[in-house]
């Protein structure tokens, strides 16, 4: 375990020192709590709610994350093959799988940091009131596993392509398809020409149907498999495709 | 040590690499030569575990890259074609995460890097990100990354390009230092550098080998090998040549170059006599005679003609195509 376990943490402290030590992390870290910020206060109605909760923030999540997590991870494979580093990566002692997993874990621990920062947020509702910390607890954990599923694909696009911008639309496109097949308007408007079943099995593919319930704070297994599932698939792709380089 | 046996690679309907077969002792320095598309770079990937093959075998220290491949990738330092690196990591940085990558942790850690700057002379810039280097250092910072965990196998391609001369001369320094405890391939376009720095050459041509020997013996290969060359005085050149063409032991000759008083002329063995015992007897032959003899060399033959002989540049297949 430790043998194995050297190589993915050698490779997830580069990935994350490549983030600090160029301004992409604060970039990003600056326009995520922006954004998150006026998404909250005014597009989310925080104050007009008039309830202690953070639902206002957690509804924008899975749409303000739909163009940040790509946009942090576009760079993560696609920029070793057009580098050409990812010769020097994938002929050093290490298995494919411990590079792929390195380098999400390194990006993941990096959006799970981005989402800690918003912590003035939960002070604010605390102080304003006594809101169900259980259920922000439970929402900030979807949150979580919803940007590890975004990132899994990421990496998947980027692992396609030498060029970042492609990697960026394909998951983008990706991501999009996943948030719509399980929002309401879409779905209603499924309703009207497939039977209702048909239309719940569909949505019950979108993150949103599970994201949803998570940031009621309902820990469902049924989510937490979901989500599990779509970073382990991506990921699995993304192996695939780094070992038939060459082919 | 490494062993390659029949090792056959293809992109697309392109046949990059054709049943190529070698094996590298330790100790040995292997120059890998050809022409750019050759093969060179594609089985030093296959080699190096980068890409695999459509068939055959690569193995390093008898572990198969295919079956084994963390244990061959163990024994390896390779510095790739581009010698890439991470451009936003300083030296020191890059280096260390080297050391993380290859195992190596405390004291041992220390002193890997402590030498592999040291070999490559890195010690001035290591605070520096790589980026904001010179090419030169650039490529060392790439190869100190090979050479770090003192690996028994080292495979470089193209070590020394875009080097100016001393740095050429440096790198090729390190290799023949390091060459006693290792097995070492580089592949290189510069003849020279496979004189100075190989103990055995390979030739590749469109992904088959064509020549596989020491420099010595693919020199013997060459049509000047054996030949003599003479400087003689007096500029009658039609009648000097056909004067030594008509010696016992010379075969063709040719007039290399004739400036007033002096004519070079270059006499092709004939028979079985070549080399020194050649120009011995053709200054025996030629002394006191009409022609002046002020110099007199045997040919070892050059590397380069032999180069060309065998191998066809890109060049010259398009010229083809074309007519």
């Given at each position: 375990m430790s043998a194995g376990a050297a190589p993915v943490r050698a490779i997830a402290r580069r990935e994350l020192a490549q983030y600090f030590g160029s301004p992409v992390a604060y970039v990003f870290l600056v326009i995520f709590l922006l954004l998150a910020g006026i998404f909250t206060f005014t597009f989310g109605a925080f104050f007009e709610r008039?309830?202690?909760?953070?639902i206002a923030f957690f509804t924008w999540v899975p749409w303000l994350l739909l163009f940040l997590v790509p946009a942090a991870g576009m760079r993560i494979w696609a920029e070793e093959r057009r580098s050409g580093t990812w010769e020097l990566l994938l002929t050093m002692p290490v298995t494919v799988w411990q590079a792929v997993l390195g380098k999400f874990v390194a990006s993941w621990g990096f959006l799970g940091l981005a989402l800690l920062l918003t912590f003035p947020f939960w002070i604010t509702v605390n102080w304003l009131g006594q809101p169900d910390n259980g259920v922000i607890v439970s929402a900030y954990i979807g949150s979580w596993l919803l940007g590890g599923a975004y990132l899994a694909v990421t990496c998947m696009t980027s692992s396609f392509t030498r060029n970042q911008v492609v990697a960026f639309i394909l998951a983008v496109v990706l991501c999009l398809a996943l948030i719509l097949i399980g929002f309401t308007p879409i779905t209603d408007l499924l309703a009207r020409y497939l039977p209702i079943d048909v239309v719940d099995t569909i949505a019950g593919f979108g993150v949103l149907t599970h994201f949803d319930g998570l940031a009621k704070g309902v820990i469902a297994l049924r989510a937490i498999v979901y989500f599990a599932s779509l970073i382990v698939l991506p990921l699995f792709v993304t192996a695939a495709v780094i070992r038939n380089r060459g082919r | 040590m490494i062993k390659v046996e029949n090792l056959r690679k293809s992109f697309g309907t392109n046949?990059?690499?054709?049943d190529v077969s070698f094996e590298v002792a330790p100790g040995e320095v292997l120059g890998f030569l050809g022409?750019?598309?050759?093969?060179k770079s594609t089985t030093m990937r296959i080699i190096t575990g980068f890409i695999g093959a459509d068939a055959g075998r690569a193995s390093v220290c008898g572990f198969d890259i295919a079956e084994q491949p963390i244990e061959a990738k163990r024994r390896i330092g390779y510095l790739p074609e581009a010698a890439p690196s991470y451009g936003e990591m300083s030296v020191a940085s890059f280096l260390g995460w080297v050391a993380d990558m290859r195992g190596l942790v405390g004291d041992a850690r220390r002193k890997a890097i402590a030498q592999a700057v040291d070999a490559c002379s890195l010690g001035s810039v290591l605070q520096q990100d790589i980026d904001t280097l010179s090419k030169g250092f650039r490529h060392r910072t790439c190869l100190a990354q090979a050479i770090l965990h003192d690996p028994d196998v080292l495979i470089l391609d193209?070590?020394?390009?875009?080097?100016?001369p001393n740095q050429k001369h440096e790198v090729r320094q390190l290799i023949r230092r390091m060459s006693e405890r290792k097995t070492i391939i580089f592949s290189t376009h510069i003849l020279e550098e496979v004189e100075e720095a190989c103990t055995r050459a390979i030739i590749i041509d469109g992904g088959h080998i064509v020549a596989n020997g020491t420099p010595d013996e693919l020199k013997a290969r060459s049509d000047r090998a054996g030949a003599v060359l003479l400087t003689l005085g007096g500029g009658d050149a039609p009648g000097l040549g056909a004067a030594i063409a008509a010696l016992?032991?010379?075969?063709r000759v040719e007039t290399v170059e004739q400036s007033g008083e002096q004519t070079q002329v270059r006499a092709y063995a004939g028979g079985a006599e070549r080399g020194s015992a050649l120009a011995a007897r053709l200054a025996a032959a030629l002394a006191g005679g009409r022609w002046p003899l002020l110099a007199i060399t045997a040919e070892e033959g050059r590397l380069d003609d032999v180069f060309r002989a065998i191998t066809h540049s890109d060049v010259v297949r398009m010229e083809g195509a074309g007519s």
């Amino acid at each position: 375990m430790s043998a194995g376990a050297a190589p993915v943490r050698a490779i997830a402290r580069r990935e994350l020192a490549q983030y600090f030590g160029s301004p992409v992390a604060y970039v990003f870290l600056v326009i995520f709590l922006l954004l998150a910020g006026i998404f909250t206060f005014t597009f989310g109605a925080f104050f007009e709610r008039g309830e202690a909760s953070l639902i206002a923030f957690f509804t924008w999540v899975p749409w303000l994350l739909l163009f940040l997590v790509p946009a942090a991870g576009m760079r993560i494979w696609a920029e070793e093959r057009r580098s050409g580093t990812w010769e020097l990566l994938l002929t050093m002692p290490v298995t494919v799988w411990q590079a792929v997993l390195g380098k999400f874990v390194a990006s993941w621990g990096f959006l799970g940091l981005a989402l800690l920062l918003t912590f003035p947020f939960w002070i604010t509702v605390n102080w304003l009131g006594q809101p169900d910390n259980g259920v922000i607890v439970s929402a900030y954990i979807g949150s979580w596993l919803l940007g590890g599923a975004y990132l899994a694909v990421t990496c998947m696009t980027s692992s396609f392509t030498r060029n970042q911008v492609v990697a960026f639309i394909l998951a983008v496109v990706l991501c999009l398809a996943l948030i719509l097949i399980g929002f309401t308007p879409i779905t209603d408007l499924l309703a009207r020409y497939l039977p209702i079943d048909v239309v719940d099995t569909i949505a019950g593919f979108g993150v949103l149907t599970h994201f949803d319930g998570l940031a009621k704070g309902v820990i469902a297994l049924r989510a937490i498999v979901y989500f599990a599932s779509l970073i382990v698939l991506p990921l699995f792709v993304t192996a695939a495709v780094i070992r038939n380089r060459g082919r | 040590m490494i062993k390659v046996e029949n090792l056959r690679k293809s992109f697309g309907t392109n046949v990059a690499v054709n049943d190529v077969s070698f094996e590298v002792a330790p100790g040995e320095v292997l120059g890998f030569l050809g022409p750019n598309g050759a093969g060179k770079s594609t089985t030093m990937r296959i080699i190096t575990g980068f890409i695999g093959a459509d068939a055959g075998r690569a193995s390093v220290c008898g572990f198969d890259i295919a079956e084994q491949p963390i244990e061959a990738k163990r024994r390896i330092g390779y510095l790739p074609e581009a010698a890439p690196s991470y451009g936003e990591m300083s030296v020191a940085s890059f280096l260390g995460w080297v050391a993380d990558m290859r195992g190596l942790v405390g004291d041992a850690r220390r002193k890997a890097i402590a030498q592999a700057v040291d070999a490559c002379s890195l010690g001035s810039v290591l605070q520096q990100d790589i980026d904001t280097l010179s090419k030169g250092f650039r490529h060392r910072t790439c190869l100190a990354q090979a050479i770090l965990h003192d690996p028994d196998v080292l495979i470089l391609d193209e070590p020394t390009d875009g080097l100016d001369p001393n740095q050429k001369h440096e790198v090729r320094q390190l290799i023949r230092r390091m060459s006693e405890r290792k097995t070492i391939i580089f592949s290189t376009h510069i003849l020279e550098e496979v004189e100075e720095a190989c103990t055995r050459a390979i030739i590749i041509d469109g992904g088959h080998i064509v020549a596989n020997g020491t420099p010595d013996e693919l020199k013997a290969r060459s049509d000047r090998a054996g030949a003599v060359l003479l400087t003689l005085g007096g500029g009658d050149a039609p009648g000097l040549g056909a004067a030594i063409a008509a010696l016992p032991g010379v075969g063709r000759v040719e007039t290399v170059e004739q400036s007033g008083e002096q004519t070079q002329v270059r006499a092709y063995a004939g028979g079985a006599e070549r080399g020194s015992a050649l120009a011995a007897r053709l200054a025996a032959a030629l002394a006191g005679g009409r022609w002046p003899l002020l110099a007199i060399t045997a040919e070892e033959g050059r590397l380069d003609d032999v180069f060309r002989a065998i191998t066809h540049s890109d060049v010259v297949r398009m010229e083809g195509a074309g007519s």
